[in-house]
C-alpha cells in the first residue's frame, strides 16, 4: 500500500432522468462538450478546462431533497474568473438561483443555482492568489 496515492479526482457523475437532454444543456449552457456516448446511455463531457463529467441514467428511485447542507456529496461547483459575467450569462437561460451572491468560504464569491433536474450548481470566483 505505500506506492498507492490518489493523483486526483477524476469525474464527478450525475444521474439524469433524460442524459442527452441534460448533457444537451450542459454544452449549450456551461460551455461543456461531448466528449464520449456510450450505448447504455452514459455520457462523458469535458469542460473547457478539461475535466470531465459523467452523465448517467438513474436507476427509478425517488430524488431526495437536498441543500447544500444534506448529507452525502451536496453540490458540484464551478471555478469562473468573472461571477458577475457567470450570473448574467445563466439569467440568459431562466436559471433558478437558491441564493444570493455571497462570500465564498475560503474567499471569494459564490451563487448558487440548479440545472433543469434539480442538481445543485455553484460559480465560484476565487481570488487570484489562492
Request: hydrophobic share 40%.
Amino acid at each position: 500500500m505505500e506506492n498507492f496515492k490518489i493523483n486526483g479526482i477524476d469525474h464527478p457523475a450525475v444521474a439524469a432522468e433524460n442524459v442527452e437532454t441534460l448533457s444537451n444543456w450542459y454544452c449549450e449552457v456551461l460551455g461543456f462538450e461531448i466528449f464520449y456516448k456510450d450505448p447504455r446511455p452514459i455520457w462523458l463531457l469535458k469542460a473547457p478546462d478539461g475535466v470531465i463529467l459523467e452523465i448517467l441514467p438513474n436507476d427509478g428511485n425517488a430524488r431526495p431533497t437536498r441543500t447544500n447542507l444534506t448529507l452525502g456529496w451536496s453540490h458540484l461547483a464551478f471555478n469562473v474568473d468573472d461571477i458577475e459575467a457567470g450570473i448574467k450569462h445563466l439569467d440568459n437561460h431562466n436559471i433558478r438561483w437558491t441564493s444570493v451572491l455571497s462570500p465564498a468560504t475560503g474567499g471569494g464569491k459564490v451563487r448558487t443555482f440548479l440545472d433543469p433536474e434539480g442538481n445543485v450548481l455553484q460559480l465560484v470566483e476565487r481570488p487570484k492568489e489562492i
